[in-house]
C-alpha cells in the first residue's frame, strides 16, 4: 500500500480536498486504483450537528455516515462510494481509546496521547486504506489522505505526530508528503511573497514531516525566481515546486498539475509505473474544455436560507452543473434568499424583496434544496406556488419536496395553515410529521440516513423515464421529518402524485404534479451520487426542461428497463444512465 499526504499552512480553505481529489484523478490516470481519507481534527465525531455556516454542507455517505464535504469532492473527482471510516476525527479516535480503556483493553497502563491515541490514528488509516471503494475486488493501490486545518494547529498535532510516526511503520518509498500553501501577492507592484509559506514548512519539518511536493496556491503561475526561492529555503527540488494557480473551472486543477509532472513525481517517489502512459483525454476534453465552451445559457434559481455561503450546497450545485455539462448548457446560478420572498420583506427590506422576486420570476426553472428549522420556509412555498401556478420547471430536495407538499395543501387543497409539525407544532394540518423512530433527545447521528430504497408505484410518471428503471431507485436520505402518510389518499385525489415510496409503501420518496412541464420532489438527496460522467436523473430532468428540451429526451424513454441488480459498488444502472445520457442527447438535435 502507498500513501499520499495533502497538508496545509498558512491559512485553510486553500484547496486542500481539490489538490488531493486530483492527486487522485492522476494516479487513476495511470493505472492504479484508489481510496482517500479525510482527517477533521475537530472534537465532533461528525459533521452531522454542525451548521453549515460553521463547515459547509453535511456530505451523506451510502452508509449513513455523515461527513465532511472534502468526501463529496473525493467521490465526485475519483467516482468512488466511501464510508464513515473514510472520515477520521478526533471525536472518533477518542472515543474508541475511551471506550478501549473502559473495556479493560490497557488494564495495567496510562492511558496516553502518544502513543494509544497516535497507534489508534496509525491502525485506523491502515484499515480503511485497504477497504475497496470502487466496486471491485481487492484492495486500492494507494491512498490519498487529507489532513484537514493548517499545520501549527493544537488540536491537530496527535494526528501530525501519529502520520510522522506512520512514515516509518510503512517504510521507505511509500508515503508521499504533499503540503499545500499561500504565495500571496502584496502591494501594486504584485510581488510574491514566499515568507508564508517558509515559515508554514519550517514548522511542519520542525514536526518531523518533511513535504517531497509544494502545491502553491496563488492568482497567477509563479516566477521562476519564485520557485527556486522556495525550493532553496523549504529543502524540496525546484521542479517539485507546483503552482496551484487559479484556473476557470476546477476540473481544470489535474490539467494544470499534470503539465507540471507532478504525477511523475509521485509516481517515482512512490516506486509506482504508468505515469509515462497517463490517459486524461476524456477528462480534459469532455469535463475541463466542454465547461469552458458552453454558451447557452439556463439560469436556475436556487432558494435557500444559506445562500451567503455557497459550499452550504456544494453538492447542489455540482449537480446542477454535471446535468449542464450532459445537456450542453451554460449554469447561470441565481441565489435567492428565501426570506426575502416573504411578504415580511417587502416593507423592511423592500429592495431586496423586488430583486429576489425579479430573479426567481426570470429564471428558467426554481429549485428548493435541503435544510432544517423554520427561517425561510414561508418564502420557499411561495416560491413553490410560483412554481406550480406558472408551469416553471421545479425540483424539490428534501425539504424541498415537504415544501411542495404543504404548498399543495395550502392552496389546493384549502387546507388552512396546513405546515410541517417541525415549523408549527400546533398545525390543524400537520401534512409533514416526525417519524416514529427518530430520536427527540439526540441530534447526532439519528436522522434517516444512508442509502434507502425508493419502490416506483407506476412507469408512467418522469422520475421513472429519468432514472431508466421501472421498479426502484436507491437514493441517499439524511431527515426527520416525513409527509404523513395518513393524509397521503386526500393529497392523491386532489391531484399530487405519490409516484415513489418506501419498501414498506407508508413513506412517501418522490412526488410529481400531473400536467406539469417539471415538478418534481424527493425525499431523498440525489445530489450525493451524481457524477461529471453520471449526472443525476433529477437534475438533468431539471436542466432539460428549464432549457424546453425534455419532452425530446424523454420521447426515448417511454419504456424504462428493468431495475438491474445493485452490485457492491455504484448499481450498474447509473452506468447504464451514462451511456442512454450521451446517446440520447446526441439523437435530439439541440439538447
Wanted: one cysteine or more; glycine letters at 8%.
Amino acid at each position: 500500500m502507498k500513501y499520499v499526504l495533502v497538508t496545509g499552512g498558512v491559512v485553510s480553505g486553500l484547496g486542500k480536498g481539490v489538490t488531493a481529489s486530483s492527486i487522485g484523478v492522476l494516479l487513476k490516470a495511470c493505472g492504479h486504483r484508489v481510496t482517500s481519507i479525510k482527517i477533521d481534527p475537530y472534537l465532533n465525531v461528525d459533521a452531522g450537528t454542525m451548521s453549515p455556516f460553521e463547515h459547509g454542507e453535511v456530505f451523506v455517505l451510502d452508509d449513513g455516515g455523515e461527513a465532511d464535504l472534502d468526501l463529496g469532492n473525493y467521490e465526485r473527482f475519483l467516482d468512488l462510494s466511501l464510508s464513515k471510516d473514510n472520515n477520521l476525527t478526533t471525536g472518533k479516535i477518542y472515543s474508541s481509546v475511551i471506550e478501549r480503556e473502559r473495556r479493560g483493553d490497557y488494564l495495567g497502563k496510562t492511558v496516553q496521547v502518544v502513543p494509544h491515541i497516535t497507534d489508534a490514528i496509525q491502525d485506523w488509516i491502515e484499515r480503511v486504506a485497504h477497504v475497496p471503494v470502487d466496486g471491485r475486488d481487492g484492495c486500492p493501490e494507494v491512498c490519498v489522505i487529507e489532513l484537514g486545518g493548517t499545520v501549527g494547529d493544537i488540536e491537530s498535532m496527535p494526528f501530525i505526530e501519529a502520520l510522522r510516526q506512520f512514515q516509518f511503520r510503512v517504510g521507505p518509498g511509500n508515503m508521499c508528503v504533499i503540503h499545500v500553501s499561500l504565495v500571496p501577492v502584496i502591494g501594486v507592484v504584485g510581488e510574491e511573497k514566499t515568507k508564508p509559506t517558509q515559515h508554514s514548512v519550517a514548522t511542519l519539518r520542525s514536526l518531523g514531516l518533511n513535504p517531497h511536493l509544494l502545491a502553491c496556491r496563488s492568482q497567477a503561475p509563479l516566477g521562476q525566481a519564485t520557485k527556486d526561492k522556495l525550493a532553496l529555503f523549504c529543502h524540496v527540488p525546484a521542479n517539485q515546486v507546483l503552482t496551484m494557480h487559479d484556473v476557470s473551472n476546477i476540473w481544470r486543477v489535474p490539467e494544470v498539475l499534470e503539465e507540471q509532472n507532478a504525477h511523475k513525481t509521485v509516481c517515482d517517489i512512490l516506486g509506482l509505473k504508468g505515469a509515462d502512459t497517463i490517459n486524461l483525454k476524456e477528462w480534459k476534453s469532455c469535463l475541463a474544455a466542454k465547461w469552458d465552451s458552453l454558451t447557452e445559457v439556463v439560469t436556475i434559481a436556487m432558494v435557500g436560507k444559506y445562500t451567503d455561503l455557497s459550499d452550504a450546497y456544494l453538492s447542489v450545485n455540482k449537480a446542477l452543473q454535471h446535468a449542464c455539462l450532459a445537456a450542453s448548457r451554460k449554469l447561470k446560478l441565481e441565489w435567492v434568499e428565501a426570506g426575502y420572498l416573504e411578504e415580511s420583506a417587502l416593507n423592511e427590506q423592500k429592495e431586496e424583496y423586488e430583486s429576489a422576486w425579479k430573479r426567481l420570476k426570470e429564471a428558467d426553472g426554481i429549485l428548493v434544496p435541503g435544510g432544517f428549522g423554520g427561517r425561510g420556509v414561508e418564502g420557499k412555498i411561495l416560491a413553490a406556488q410560483y412554481a406550480r401556478q406558472n408551469n416553471k420547471p421545479y425540483l424539490g430536495i428534501c425539504l424541498g419536496m415537504q415544501i411542495a407538499v404543504i404548498e399543495f395543501a395550502r392552496n389546493v387543497m384549502r387546507w388552512d395553515n396546513a405546515n410541517s409539525a417541525e415549523i408549527d407544532p400546533a398545525t390543524p394540518h400537520p401534512v409533514v410529521v416526525f417519524m416514529p423512530e427518530g430520536s427527540t433527545t439526540h441530534k447526532g447521528g439519528t436522522m434517516r440516513l444512508g442509502t434507502r430504497r425508493t419502490v416506483l408505484q407506476t412507469v408512467e410518471c418522469i422520475a421513472a423515464k429519468l432514472y431508466q428503471t421501472e421498479q426502484y431507485i436507491d437514493e441517499r436520505h439524511r431527515h426527520r421529518y416525513e409527509v404523513n402518510p395518513e393524509l397521503v389518499p386526500q393529497l392523491e385525489e386532489g391531484g399530487l402524485r405519490f409516484v415513489g415510496r418506501d419498501e414498506t409503501g407508508t413513506r412517501m420518496e418522490i412526488v410529481e404534479l400531473l400536467g406539469h412541464k417539471y415538478y418534481v420532489a424527493a425525499q431523498f438527496h440525489p445530489e450525493f451520487k451524481s457524477r461529471p460522467f453520471k449526472p443525476s436523473p433529477l437534475f438533468l430532468g431539471l436542466i432539460l426542461a428549464a432549457a424546453g428540451k425534455l419532452d425530446n429526451y424523454l420521447s426515448g424513454n417511454a419504456t424504462p428497463l428493468m431495475s438491474p441488480v445493485k452490485s457492491s459498488g455504484e448499481s450498474a444502472a447509473h452506468a447504464a444512465l451514462s451511456d442512454s445520457i450521451s446517446a440520447k442527447l446526441q439523437f435530439s438535435e439541440g439538447v
